[in-house]
Each structure stands twice: as C-alpha cells, then as structure tokens.
C-alpha cells in the first residue's frame, strides 16, 4: 500500500510512530509542491507572450528604458533613454575644469605682444591680452556652469571692435553626461591708456564666426591644446551624411547583414529601440556591416494627428553621426544599388534565414556575404528583437553606448536651458484624461491646481525662481495664479527653435530633400523631458505633488517593485 498517504495509514498517530509519519509526511508534500511548480513553470513558460518588448527578462536593460520621470506632454512615458543616459554623471573628465584664477594667472604670466594703443586700429582678436579678457568675462558672465575649453578668437568681418570666441562648458549641477558648446560675439573697447575691456556679450550662438569649423582647436587657459572627450557634445556642428562604400573591391570583400519585415513598424519607440539594437547587436557579434533602414514610421502615439505616420528620417531623433563613427553601419537604399551592380559579377552569395529561432551563434562561421533575416507577417513571432531572446541573451548584447539623441533636438534643450542661464527649477504636472477620471486617480485634480501646487512648492523651491512646467495641461493660462511668487516658463515660450527661421528647421528641412519636417509629438515630448531633467530641482507629479498612485489606485507598491 506504498501509494497510500501517511494520514490513512493504521496506528499513524500512535506516539511511537509520531517522528517518523511527521518526516514521510513533510517529505511527500514537498515532493507534491515541487512537482506543482514544475508543471505550473512550464505551462507558463510555454505560453507566455509579452505584449511589450520591455517585459524581457533582461530585468536591468527594461528599468533602463523605462523613464523615471513623467515630464513630458505624454502620460505613457513614451521617451525612451538612449547611450548617454547609460554613462556616469561624476566622469573624471568633469573634474578638470578651468578656474577664473588659472585664467588671472595665464593673463600674468603672458609676455605676448604689447596691445596697441591707437584706438583707431581694429581690436586684434588674436592678441593673448584680448583672449585672457575674454575668457575671465565670461566666466565672471556664467557663474552656474563650469568652463573646460576656449577657442581662439575669431575675428569678425565688417568690425573693428568685435571679436567671436567658442567654449565648451557643462552646468556645475549637471546631471547628465554630456558636454555643450557655446558660442557667442564679444563687443571689446579699447582707451588711450590701452586698456582693453569688454562692453557686451551676446546671446545664445551668436558668435558664428567660431563655429565655422567642425572640431575648432580648442586650448585650455594655459595654451596646451586639450584632447576631445568620448562624450555627447551638443552644440557641434552635424554631420549626419550618409556612409559610402568606397569602391567595388571593398563592397565584395564585406560582409553584411539585413533584417528585413517583421512587425516592429509603427510600434513605440522603446519596441523599436529594443528590436534595432538587437539587430546592431548582432552584427557586430558577428562581424558584419548592418544595412539599416533610415525611414522610421512614427507611432500614433507621438503624432499631432493621431495616425500612424511613415516616411520619417532616423537622424531626425538619433545621433547618425555618433552611430556611424561608432559601428559599421549603411543606408539599405545605397546598399541595394551597390548590390544590384555587383552581386552577380562578383559571384556573391546571400544566406536567407526566415525562422528567428535560428541563433546568431549558428550563423557565426558563415562566409557568405550577405545574411538577410526575413520576418513573416504574424505578431509577436515576427518581431525583431526575438532574434536575441533565450540561449542568445547572454551571448549578443544590445550596444546602448552607440546610439545616442539627436544632438539637433539637443541642441535645443541647451538652447532653452542658457536663455533660463541654467538657473531654474522644474515641475511636471499631469493632468489631463487622468486628472478627469476620480475613480481612478480620486486626487489628482485637486493636487495639482495652482492653489495645492503653490501651497507643495512653498516649501520645496525658492519664492521668484525660474520655473520650468512640463504639463499636459492645454491650457497654460490655468497656471498663472504660479506668476505671483515663480517666473513660469513652458516649451512653446521657446517654439523659434524650432520654427521656419531657425537652424533646426533649416538643418532638418535639408536633411529631408527639401521638404519641412514637423516638429512632432515626440520632438516635443523629448524637448521637454530633457529641459525638465537640466532643472536644478525637479518636482515629479505623482512622487510630490500628489500621493495618488501613478498607474491608479492600488497600483503604487507594484510600481515602486
């Protein structure tokens, strides 16, 4: 009677027996338990299809993508973290800043030519007397931001008194890992006693004539050139053209790799990161040259008209040119023109693979030129990002350091942080569908009016501060009551970044064959999280100003695990 349970055996509760039924029992329930969690693991390990490509099990790769911030004009948290949101803020190139006394000092020691005194001869912009001047002017100018680099002077065509000069700079209580480059016109006077001093300092970029070259050679305030740092450098000029193959004999001697299909088209932003870095991933896993393709389809959930929207460039939201000195990366339209020339004359081979099961490692000691994965048409199994689920997850890792934001689009965060002279705090406010929905979010509309705001903020931020509001408040009107103790600021106070005589429009509108490009729902969303994110105090909606969960009502303990 083996099979039967220790509870039905005779005498089973007898003292004598007591210990030994007590251990038998213990050990047929475990047994029973393991036995029921290996079936229940396995239906649900069989079964399981994740909605979203973020539910990998890559646990610390999906915390990345998600944001821990709400400031943007979405609610979903739609803006996805790139490269440089990887990198440590306390780099030890952060450190070697310049000091307006290292400046005194250089000015001391230089025995360079004696300035001229006849103040009807032009300032020499490149006078060592004048450049010292300039750089502790601006120092003095600026005193939230740290200063690591000046370029020489430049002289200004037309002007006798007027000279440009470039720096490279970062904000003292910067967060993020990125240097920015300003550069602005100087208005220098000269006496009769031949002093020199400096009368005026324009605004933002308004010295062009030092942003004439791509990488200016930028010295310190010794003189000594300084090397470029591995890190964003926002304010650079773009160069975002697309990579050529040189010539016929290095196109055959290539090896390459295309994904083509799937249905990751006009997904979200995180889905199409997460499955475009898997195949950059393995690429370079297996050495091979990705030929990617530049036209993205924008989301519904980024567009001002809430459709789906194809036809939208790549270098519109990402670092091209970052990406393509980084890895080895072509545009699929020049890549199929070079392999319509050439492919037959040279004899070379493609290796199709149309099952995503198939591993990276098994394509390893392939020598065929091109391997062209090709996904079918039924979701999710079609989607890229499978490609470098199970065994391969150890093996092929997503680059995150190679794809970076656009620095267009960062540019005009910079641009929006220097007119506010990185001096401001910031505050998300969410409101809309969720301010209006009480059964799922019962306080939200009263935690955020200007009455509870101002009553939150009181104690938080400073009275006549600058106030950067990321909302998705329509009706910006609604915080005036905030005028009365903070200067407000929100992102369309600063829409001639963006509109038709700004660089951005003109730089972007060339970029697409000369067609405008909207600044869309994500541009602004991205813009908005970023400028949120360089405020010297940040104020969430949900972790501050009301105690409402994020997601609704008994939702904020899965949140926070």
Same mark, same amino acid.
């Given at each position: 009677?083996?099979?039967?349970?220790?509870?039905?055996?005779?005498?089973?509760?007898?003292?004598?027996?007591?210990?030994?039924?007590?251990?038998?029992?213990?050990?047929?329930?475990?047994?029973?338990?393991?036995?029921?969690?290996?079936?229940?693991?396995?239906?649900?390990?069989?079964?399981?299809?994740?909605?979203?490509?973020?539910? $990998?099990?890559? +646990?610390?790769?999906? %915390?990345?993508?998600?944001?821990?911030?709400?400031?943007?004009?979405?609610?979903?948290?739609?803006?996805?973290? %790139?490269?440089?949101?990887?990198?440590?803020?306390?780099?030890?190139?952060?450190?070697?800043?310049?000091?307006?006394?290292?400046?005194?000092?250089?000015?001391?020691?230089?025995?360079?030519?004696?300035?001229?005194?006849?103040?009807?001869?032009?300032?020499?912009?490149?006078?060592?007397?004048?450049? $010292?001047?300039?750089?502790?002017?601006?120092?003095?100018?600026?005193?939230?931001?740290?200063?690591?680099?000046?370029?020489?002077?430049?002289?200004?065509?037309?002007? =006798?008194?007027?000279?440009?000069?470039?720096?490279?700079?970062?904000?003292?209580?910067?967060?993020?890992?990125?240097?920015?480059?300003?550069?602005?016109?100087?208005?220098?006077?000269?006496?009769?006693?031949?002093?020199?001093?400096?009368?005026?300092?324009?605004?933002?970029?308004?010295?062009?004539?030092?942003?004439?070259?791509?990488?200016?050679?930028?010295?310190?305030? =010794?003189?000594?050139?300084?090397?470029?740092?591995?890190?964003?450098?926002?304010?650079?000029?773009?160069?975002?053209?697309?990579?050529?193959?040189?010539?016929?004999?290095?196109?055959?001697?290539?090896?390459?790799?295309?994904?083509?299909?799937?249905?990751?088209?006009?997904?979200?932003?995180?889905?199409?990161?997460?499955?475009?870095?898997?195949?950059?991933?393995?690429?370079?896993?297996?050495?091979?040259?990705?030929?990617?393709?530049?036209?993205?389809?924008?989301?519904?959930?980024? %567009?001002?008209?809430?459709?789906?929207?194809?036809?939208?460039?790549?270098?519109?939201?990402?670092?091209?040119?970052?990406?393509?000195?980084?890895?080895?990366?072509?545009?699929?339209?020049?890549?199929?023109? +070079?392999?319509?020339?050439?492919?037959?004359?040279?004899?070379?081979?493609?290796?199709?693979?149309?099952?995503?099961?198939?591993?990276?490692?098994?394509?390893?000691?392939?020598?065929?030129?091109?391997?062209?994965?090709?996904?079918?048409?039924?979701?999710?199994?079609?989607?890229?990002?499978?490609?470098?689920?199970?065994?391969?997850?150890?093996?092929?890792?997503?680059?995150?350091?190679?794809?970076?934001?656009?620095?267009?689009?960062?540019?005009?965060?910079?641009?929006?942080? =220097?007119?506010?002279?990185?001096?401001?705090?910031?505050? $998300?406010?969410?409101?809309?569908?969720?301010?209006?929905?009480?059964?799922?979010?019962?306080?939200?509309?009263?935690?955020?009016?200007?009455?509870?705001?101002?009553?939150?903020?009181?104690?938080?931020?400073?009275?006549?501060?600058?106030?950067?509001?990321?909302?998705?408040?329509?009706?910006? =009107?609604?915080?005036?009551?905030?005028?009365?103790?903070?200067?407000?600021?929100?992102? +369309?106070?600063?829409?001639?970044?963006?509109?038709?005589?700004?660089?951005?429009?003109?730089?972007?509108?060339?970029?697409?064959?000369?067609?405008?490009?909207?600044?869309?729902?994500?541009?602004?969303?991205?813009?908005?999280?970023?400028?949120?994110?360089?405020?010297?105090?940040?104020?969430? %909606?949900?972790?501050?100003?009301?105690?409402?969960?994020? +997601?609704?009502?008994?939702?904020?303990?899965?949140?926070?695990?």
């Amino acid at each position: 009677m083996s099979g039967r349970s220790a509870f039905s055996r005779t005498g089973g509760f007898r003292p004598e027996n007591l210990g030994q039924n007590a251990v038998s029992l213990i050990g047929s329930i475990g047994f029973s338990v393991l036995v029921i969690g290996v079936v229940v693991f396995t239906i649900i390990a069989a079964t399981y299809e994740p909605e979203d490509p973020l539910f $990998h099990p890559s +646990d610390k790769i999906t %915390t990345f993508l998600t944001s821990n911030s709400n400031a943007t004009l979405k609610s979903d948290d739609s803006i996805v973290k %790139t490269g440089e949101d990887f990198m440590a803020a306390n780099q030890t190139a952060f450190a070697g800043f310049i000091n307006i006394a290292d400046v005194e000092t250089s000015e001391n020691d230089s025995d360079g030519n004696q300035l001229d005194c006849d103040t009807n001869i032009p300032i020499d912009c490149k006078d060592p007397e004048v450049f $010292h001047l300039m750089m502790k002017a601006t120092m003095e100018k600026f005193k939230d931001i740290h200063f690591y680099k000046f370029g020489k002077p430049v002289i200004v065509e037309g002007s =006798s008194s007027s000279c440009d000069m470039a720096w490279r700079y970062r904000p003292k209580d910067g967060k993020a890992a990125a240097f920015y480059k300003d550069y602005r016109r100087f208005v220098i006077e000269k006496s009769g006693n031949c002093s020199v001093s400096v009368m005026g300092i324009g605004e933002y970029h308004s010295g062009v004539n030092a942003r004439k070259r791509k990488r200016p050679g930028f010295r310190n305030s =010794s003189g000594g050139k300084v090397d470029d740092f591995a890190l964003p450098v926002v304010g650079e000029a773009v160069n975002d053209s697309l990579p050529v193959v040189e010539s016929e004999n290095v196109f055959k001697e290539g090896h390459y790799l295309v994904y083509s299909g799937g249905g990751d088209r006009c997904k979200s932003m995180n889905h199409f990161l997460w499955s475009f870095l898997c195949a950059l991933g393995e690429a370079q896993y297996l050495n091979r040259t990705l030929v990617m393709d530049l036209t993205l389809c924008l989301s519904s959930v980024y %567009t001002l008209s809430g459709q789906n929207e194809e036809g939208k460039d790549f270098r519109f939201y990402f670092d091209f040119e970052h990406l393509k000195e980084a890895a080895s990366v072509l545009d699929q339209v020049q890549f199929w023109a +070079d392999w319509g020339k050439w492919y037959k004359k040279n004899g070379l081979k493609l290796h199709l693979v149309e099952d995503f099961r198939v591993t990276p490692m098994k394509l390893l000691d392939l020598k065929d030129t091109l391997i062209m994965r090709k996904f079918g048409t039924v979701e999710p199994d079609n989607y890229w990002y499978g490609v470098c689920e199970g065994e391969t997850e150890s093996v092929v890792q997503r680059p995150w350091n190679l794809l970076w934001k656009s620095k267009r689009l960062m540019e005009i965060v910079s641009a929006v942080a =220097s007119r506010l002279n990185w001096d401001y705090d910031a505050i $998300h406010i969410e409101r809309g569908d969720k301010a209006r929905n009480k059964e799922v979010w019962p306080n939200l509309e009263k935690d955020t009016s200007p009455s509870s705001i101002l009553s939150t903020l009181q104690d938080k931020i400073e009275q006549g501060r600058n106030l950067y509001i990321a909302t998705n408040e329509p009706e910006v =009107s609604f915080f005036n009551p905030l005028k009365d103790k903070y200067k407000p600021h929100f992102l +369309d106070e600063f829409k001639d970044l963006w509109d038709e005589s700004s660089e951005w429009y003109s730089e972007t509108t060339k970029l697409n064959g000369g067609n405008p490009v909207e600044f869309d729902g994500y541009m602004r969303a991205s813009v908005d999280t970023e400028v949120f994110l360089r405020g010297k105090k940040q104020i969430e %909606t949900f972790n501050d100003l009301t105690n409402d969960c994020r +997601d609704g009502i008994g939702t904020c303990n899965v949140a926070a695990s």
